[in-house]
């Protein structure tokens, strides 16, 4: 073992021993785990208890024929020289998964040869401790060894994985190179496209956040895609992760990248791609739509596919990275040649892509994959957001979570004994929170009431707390065996005691009250920044574009991007004698002139359709309001066509709701505010040549949106603007969006409600925009 100068390839001890030591069967069944938290004070715990001179989190380092493998060992005691690897977990520890422990021992023999080597020390005795964190006690697994026992060790943990590392080696300089002659893939730039990847590829270059204002209609997905790619090889990043807020945005995201691989070539099939450009492109889908036996758990003695997991990874992972292009299916494809998990196969190649394409919350979640890897891995890591003005209220969804009473009441019923009492507790501390929140355990006239609590329940956080660790303590005797639902609880109850850890101005704590015995405690995420803030910092760049990412202040306050972030406003293409805007003024749509506003909406709509036929899109601020307007439009005109979106539809109803905007066709159709069709939506053309907004789009002036108004405006000093009239406006500005889609097209825009016409909205609405 010898440290070489400048090593070809690095990989953390933890990687290693993940690629090489872990054999068998995938084991995903519950076993209750300690919180990242609780693991750390666990560790504190056990270093604690050690004599004067122990030494922790010691530095160590090895290379094996320009392989260079680093890590920190938890421990050292030399006084009996004895190195420790410290594991938390609950319950019965013969209940671990063989796999698991593999992984253990070889991390701790690998830390042993990196020890005994820049020590010279000639044998070593090596432990495992793991500290079950219910009971605080030690139990301790030994073994005595040679320090060339542990050489011949590592070295064959190296061997096995330095055939990998030269082939990883050959593909980045293959892909650096062919990245650096990357063109362009169309003969020309659209208007404002240039601008758009010129500004990107300097976020790239100089290690920032951009965030970027771009037109509906120039190409954002390649003009962010194309020059992260050029500066890849450049930079040295290592990763680039493109984030979308829906499934159809992962699909532009991969025709982009599809087109880009096979610039200038014609070519077709994903064969062509990755012969043209040789990068391994990786989307990633959630569990429930990829998982091939879904009534099944996930481990070898229920899912044929989770049996020999590991044991024939190797040989899938290597077809995987060989084909290059993992879109869903070429991955289930992959999957089933080698008789594996298709979403666990996902998340191992997620380590070894270079392009992985998936949802925000890969990122940004609480247990973030992506996020995880790129701490764990060290990556250079290039983030390209798209949608970005849809990111806050994603983030805040993220980082909250509720409780229902009732849910907790039917499980304290049917409760196995030994959950009876601490079930108990718990629910007696619902009804005195409840007594104490007004007094009355159901809403007046059987109207829910909400209230925000001025702090956490300490009370009932406690019982909380003290339940989930029995729930878990008694899954943990009895795996397997237990009521689905009993699992269930636990999830929320462990999520729930996680947030209230970082509780702060952050968040609040409401409840609200639906009957007896049906209160909701919640605690809402307000302010996402705080926890986003260290996933950007974590990012070598990042990259977050939209049509309406203004004003520009909002998203940095609330994203928590860094303070030198660089913003850019691509001016439109469009010239304002496209769109057509008219505010009708004499029209208001607040829930007290509803009524009012039925006829005046009915002739604007009719008026407007006679004078220039074809398909239409009408927005409105709920489906009570949509449905009305609707009704009074089908008795007055009935001879105009129209269609509406209806709650809750599925995606074969969205399908044949768009299937009615066809050339030729003519009518009207009826859609909510900030629903599937106010944005991401392509309508070019005749297809839709205009659209009305009745509403601002305000979220609702109730309690909750009063005390974040309150909570902003202690915060930034803006709290009606951020809490109300941005959000509004920006699913205002999506959906006028929809109208004009290339320079040829020729629309209406028609915005009903005075309020329109004051200043401080006005001012919010795009430049190239002419109301009249």
Known sequence: MAHAATPRYRVAVRALCDFTAREGDLDHRFTPSPSAREGIAGHALVTGRREEGYEREIVLSGCHRGLLVSGRADGYDPRHNRLEEIKTHRGDLSRMAANQRALHWAQVRVYGALLCAERGLDSLTLALVYLDIGSERETLLTETASAADLTAFFEAQCERFLGWAEQEAQHRQARDTALADLDFPHAEFRPGQRELAEGVYKAAATGRCLLAEAPTGIGKTVATLFPTLKAMPRQGIDRLAFLTMKTPGRRLALDALARLGTAGQGGGGAGDRQR?????????????????????????????????????????????????????????????????????????????????????????????????????????LALLVDEAHNLVERARGMYSGELHQRAFGQLHRSAPAPLVKPLGRLMRQWQALVREQGGADEGQAGQPTYRVLDDLPARFVGALQQAAAAITDYLAEHPGGADPLLQERLFEALGFCRLAESFGEHSLCDLTRHGRGRAVLGLRNLIPADFLAPRFAQAHSSVLFSATLSPVAYHRDLLGVPGQSVRLSVASPFRAEQLEVRIQGAISTRLRDREASLDPIVDELAGQYRRRPGLYLAFFSSFAYLQAVEARLARRHPELPCWSQSRGMREAERDAFLARFQPGAQGIGFAVLGGAFGEGIDLP??????????????????????????????????????????????????????????PQDRGTLVLMDDRFQRHEVRQLLPEWWRTA
Do not use: M
Not at 358 to 372: I, Q, R, T
């Open 276 to 380: 043209h450009l040789p990068l391994r492109v990786l989307e990633l889908t959630a569990r429930s739509k990829v998982c091939e036996h879904p009534d099944k758990a996930c481990h070898g003695d229920a899912c044929p596919l989770a049996a020999g997991f590991y044991d024939r990874l190797p040989s899938a992972r290597q077809a995987a990275v060989a084909r290059g292009w993992l879109d869903r299916e070429a991955l289930r494809q992959v999957a089933r040649e080698h008789g594996i998990c298709p979403y666990y196969l996902g998340q191992e190649l997620a380590r070894w892509s270079d392009v992985c394409v998936g949802d925000v919350n890969h990122y940004f979640d609480a247990s973030a994959l992506l996020y995880g890897l790129a701490q764990a891995n060290g990556w250079r």
């Open 685 to 742: 053309g005749e297809r839709l040549i205009g659209a009305f907004i009745a509403t601002l789009g305000l979220p609702p002036f109730d309690p909750f949106n009063e005390a974040l108004k309150a909570r902003l405006e202690s915060r930034f000093g803006c709290g009606d603007a951020y809490a109300y009239r941005i959000p509004g406006l920006i699913k205002v500005i999506q959906a006028a969006g929809r109208v004009i889609r290339s």
